[in-house]
């Protein structure tokens, strides 16, 4: 039986459960086993993309060591932290010759859970139904960061009952940012605002999403002002059978 | 510091014409960029090849800049090399003062053998009046803060670039390194224009752009120097590229006795076949074109032309040895700042500096270059961003912003004045810093993070014992706009632990992957001349196809009521305009309506033509240019057609009639240059 490693997040960890629950289901249907690596914790974005290099490669080691006692490819239901381990670890380790190598062969186990299906498993039909109208909002790093968008979109495309309407200027940030939502709020309000809009202008009352930070940013924005639409992230839609 | 920032974003935030000019900004520029990189269909493959080639210049920049500088002293062009602002500063206050300029200027008029290249001066008495300087768009001027030298030693320096010059008047820095009056609406420009120029109140744009031709048309007719940035240098020929739309680069490249052109270090090519796939990429990514109106090739001075060539460091030789040397692939086309979430609420004035200065660079690329050149001052912008990567997504070389905004805030950008400050975490409030460190601590043991998840939900739970969000208050930064999500009662660890995890059954069904296919209409193509002709006539350039060109330009100038004309030698039957009462000079004058030329070829992609030396008045100074072209001259593509201008002093490709978007991006045809280009193709 194939096993994955599932690097849940801090966010869906603590947040959103309900989000690592659905992939977990969505794997057991797919036959393969879930394994979740208890000492996981954070990937060290935050700290990576405040510039706190010392502190992204504390937590960076500590990731890196929890996953070299697993085996199997590492699943993650986010582009950013996908982006983090594929990408960012690199950049932190760069010339260390004794940690590029290991945070290479960690960068080489990652996938981002939609890229995974459709590029690993070759799965774009999961057999999923929702009664409405969806939309859906590319997150940042998982569009520009790894490049993946045609997989969520066609993993969308198969979920029955389902209406895909396309939300205006999608590509655009939703001013999450990590900490900049919180150094620079005031740059953060108006892309929300814009995002929010567009959402209202697209006329769907469901947004997915495949990134956990996105979706508490949005739905929060949306909680704020009072409004009756909801962000959703992906494997929740495709666990919906 | 960053307070000041966060101050200035809410005044950019809260001005309405201000967004309402960015928005427009936005969407024109990469709606254009978009459409424009459709004829480019190699695009991605295209960048990285500009990638490598600019990877390769800052690599051996000694050894280019080597080459580069002996073949412009070859070529009779003066070179310096500033190390620093003060020093380029110097050398061009020192050409100003060394040269009789003045009394140049006068002899001019009375005696117009003695400067044949401006016989177009028309001899006022100019003496005891400052020198004169016309100025085409430079950001490195900019940069070394030049005209506030200037002017600070009796010096008149005027911008000649339409943004430049309305933002010149208003005592402002350019708030777009490409459109320099994009945050202004034409209402600005008009009571600008009434107060300073005296005209009449008008939101008429083709009339203030023709009031602009009008004044400054004086201007380069009586500056004694006329000076102008570099987008290329190509080290292989010398040869220095200057792109422009509105003519005014070439009017201060060849009118004035002296020309002295300030580059940064950086900016080379290594041949003109890599300036080629340069020129494909920046246009379109700075305005959606295929080719600026204007691509000028300098090789040699022109006859009685002194050109002076200053070559500026300024910190690019330590940007170059530092984590950021990336940021020197730039070709400065703009393309980041107009994609940039950040830069679309703020404009250039926002990126402010510790000491509120206004950065010379905006958007992401400046958030990098301006720590990267002039230090810590403006190391807080690089903060500002989300790195959403939309400028890394536009950006035709290629720099990954997103990276390097993040060594900047690593404290990476290089120690300017030894004043080594920049440290960990650059920019970031105390807070935020003192709060990610503390979770540095829990993240990095597994049995703390849990137990704070639990102590975290609990206590949430007590402030907000109803709703899954909790209130904030403004001054945390997430409570500004949005709620916060109460941490989850269990958390999935918690459930995955408990073997709460159920498994439920249902059918999976497998398909293939899609397959996308690309939708290839198979289409005949279009001969070059028809390529041509369809190019230009988009741009609102005529094509004419003519047996006899002579024949044709004389009905074309009857029909017009012309009787005189300026004209290369050897270009038409001579004889023929005689007997048509058609009067011809070869002498430059200002007056004259219609300048003919022989184009030396055509390119077929762009609709451009190539003129050179001779030509170069008579395709500049008129309001209409006629070129005669014969169609078998007609080539694909830029990369045929720079064999013909290694043998040139100067070249220039002409794309359509001059033209201008500085003022709220509405595209006005007829600046410094032609206001209409007939090109008769002969068969």
Redesign the interface.
């Known amino acids: 039986m194939t096993q994955v490693q599932l690097f849940?997040t801090?966010l869906?960890?603590?947040?959103?459960?309900k989000t690592?629950?659905a992939i977990?289901?969505i794997f057991?249907?797919?036959g393969i086993s879930v394994d979740?690596a208890?000492?996981?914790?954070?990937c060290?974005q935050?700290?990576?993309?405040?510039?706190?290099?010392?502190?992204?490669r504390?937590?960076a080691e500590?990731t890196i060591k929890v996953f070299e006692n697993t085996t199997g490819d590492i699943v993650t239901p986010s582009g950013s932290c996908a982006h983090m381990f594929r990408?960012?670890y690199l950049?932190l380790f760069e010339g260390d010759s004794l940690w590029h190598p290991r945070a290479k062969s960690l960068a080489a186990r990652t996938f981002e859970f939609t890229e995974y299906l459709?590029?690993k498993l070759?799965?774009?039909?999961?057999?999923a139904t929702w009664d409405g109208v969806l939309t859906y909002h590319p997150s940042?790093?998982t569009?520009?960061?790894i490049n993946v968008d045609?997989q969520p979109r066609?993993l969308l495309a198969?979920v029955r009952g389902a209406t895909l309407v396309d939300l205006p200027h999608a590509?655009?940030?939703c001013?999450?940012?990590?900490?900049?939502?919180?150094?620079?709020?005031?740059?953060?309000?108006?892309?929300?605002?814009r995002k929010i809009s567009n959402l209202e202008a697209s006329q769907s009352p469901t947004l997915v999403v495949t990134d956990a930070g996105c979706l508490?940013?949005i739905?929060?924005?949306l909680?704020?002002q009072k409004k009756q639409q909801r962000v959703i992230h992906i494997a929740e839609v495709l666990r919906n059978? | 510091m960053?307070n000041n920032l966060?101050t200035r974003?809410?005044q950019s935030?809260e001005d309405q014409t201000l967004q309402t000019a960015l928005d427009n900004n936005a969407e024109r520029r990469l709606n254009g960029r978009a459409a424009a990189f459709q004829s480019i269909p190699d695009w991605r493959e295209r960048r990285q090849r500009a990638h490598a080639i600019r990877a390769d210049v800052i690599e051996h920049l000694d050894e280019y800049l080597a080459q580069f500088i002996a073949k412009n002293e070859g070529n009779g062009v003066i070179v310096h090399r500033a190390k620093d602002s003060a020093e380029a500063i110097n050398i061009i206050l020192d050409i100003s003062k060394s040269l009789p300029l003045r009394t140049l200027s006068t002899q001019r008029g009375k005696d117009k053998t003695l400067v044949p290249l401006s016989p177009v001066f028309r001899g006022r008495d100019l003496r005891g009046e400052k020198v004169l300087i016309a100025k085409s768009k430079s950001m490195v001027s900019e940069e070394i803060e030049l005209n506030h030298a200037l002017e600070k030693e009796g010096i008149r320096v005027v911008e000649t670039d339409l943004g430049e010059y309305i933002v010149q008047m208003r005592h402002e820095r350019p708030s777009h390194i490409i459109t320099p009056a994009a945050h202004l609406k034409k209402e600005q420009v008009a009571e600008l224009f009434h107060e300073k120029l005296g005209i009449p109140y008008t939101t008429d744009i083709p009339t203030l752009t023709a009031t602009a031709r009008k004044v400054l048309r004086e201007v380069f007719l009586t500056a004694d120097i006329g000076f102008s940035g570099v987008n290329f240098g190509v080290a292989e020929s010398g040869t220095t590229c200057i792109v422009t739309n509105e003519g005014n680069g070439r009017m201060v490249t060849t009118i004035p006795p002296v020309h002295i052109a300030l580059m940064g270090m950086e900016r080379l090519v290594p041949n003109l076949e890599d300036l080629s796939l340069m020129l494909s990429l920046l246009p379109r990514s700075a305005t959606g074109q295929k080719l600026t109106v204007y691509t000028q090739l300098l090789n040699k001075p022109l006859p009685d032309q002194t050109r002076h060539l200053i070559i500026l460091d300024n910190g690019r030789t330590r940007l170059k040895n530092s984590p950021l040397k990336e940021s020197l692939y730039c070709i400065r086309c703009g393309a980041c700042l107009n994609a940039c979430?950040?830069f679309r609420?703020l404009s250039g004035h926002a990126y402010i500096g510790k000491d509120k200065s206004i950065a010379p660079y905006p958007g992401p690329i400046g958030s990098v270059i301006s720590p990267g050149l002039l230090g810590e001052n403006f190391v807080h912008l690089?903060?500002?961003?989300?790195?959403?990567?939309?400028c890394?997504?536009v950006c035709p070389v290629d720099i990954d912003l997103p990276?390097l905004l993040?060594r900047?805030?690593?404290?990476e950008s290089p120690a300017v004045d030894d004043r080594q400050l920049t440290t960990?975490?650059?920019?970031?409030?105390w807070t935020?810093?003192f709060g990610?460190?503390m979770?540095?601590r829990?993240?990095?043991h597994?049995k703390l993070?849990a137990a704070s998840?639990k102590f975290?939900?609990l206590t949430m739970t007590l402030f907000s014992p109803r709703s899954q969000?909790i209130?904030l208050p403004?001054f945390?930064?997430?409570g500004?706009?949005?709620?916060?999500?109460?941490?989850?009662g269990?958390?999935?660890?918690q459930?995955?632990?408990n073997g709460e995890?159920g498994?439920?059954?249902?059918?999976?069904?497998?398909?293939?992957?899609?397959t996308?296919q690309s939708s290839n209409s198979p289409t005949s193509k279009p001969s070059h001349l028809e390529q041509f002709s369809q190019e230009l006539t988009a741009l609102g350039g005529h094509v004419t196809l003519t047996k006899n060109p002579t024949q044709s330009i004389i009905e074309f100038l009857n029909m017009r009521g012309i009787k005189k004309i300026m004209l290369e030698p050897n270009t038409l039957d001579e004889s023929l305009l005689r007997e048509a009462n058609i009067e011809f000079t070869n002498t430059p004058d200002d007056q004259t309506p219609v300048g003919a030329t022989n184009a030396i070829c055509g390119l077929a992609d762009t609709g451009s033509v190539l003129e050179a030396d001779g030509a170069l008045h008579a395709s500049l100074l008129p309001e209409i240019h006629i070129a005669v072209l014969k169609s078998s001259d007609i080539l694909p593509s830029l990369p045929d057609a720079m064999k013909f201008v290694k043998d040139k002093n100067a070249a220039v490709f002409i794309t359509g009639p001059s033209r201008t978007a500085d003022i709220e991006m509405t595209l006005t045809i007829g600046v410094h240059g032609p206001k209409e280009i007939h090109v008769f193709v002969v068969e």
């Not at chain 2, 900047?408 to 404290?411: D, E, L, T, Y």
């Not at chain 2, 269990?490 to 660890?493: A, G």
Request: with cysteine; proline share 4%; glycine share 10%.
């Open positions: 849940v801090c869906v960890d603590s947040f959103f459960p690592g629950q977990v289901d057991s249907h797919l979740f208890r000492e996981q914790t954070c060290g935050p700290q990576f993309n405040a510039g706190l290099r010392k502190d992204a504390a937590i500590h990408h960012n950049e459709v590029d070759g799965v774009t039909d999961l057999g940042c790093h569009l520009r960061g045609r066609a198969n590509e655009e940030c001013g999450f940012g990590g900490i900049m939502s919180v150094e620079h709020p005031e740059l953060s309000a108006e892309w929300l605002k508490m940013h739905a929060g924005g909680n704020r059978v | 960053t966060r974003i809410r935030i979430p950040v609420e690089a903060q500002a961003s989300s790195l959403c990567g939309a890394k997504d990276k993040t900047v805030r690593a404290g960990d975490g650059a920019g970031l409030t935020t810093r990610l460190q979770y540095t829990i993240a990095t597994p993070f998840q975290a939900a969000w209130r403004a945390t930064g997430w500004y706009s949005k709620d916060f999500p109460r941490f989850a269990k958390t999935f660890r459930r995955m632990e995890l498994v439920g059954n249902r059918g999976i069904e497998n398909r293939d992957s899609e996308f």
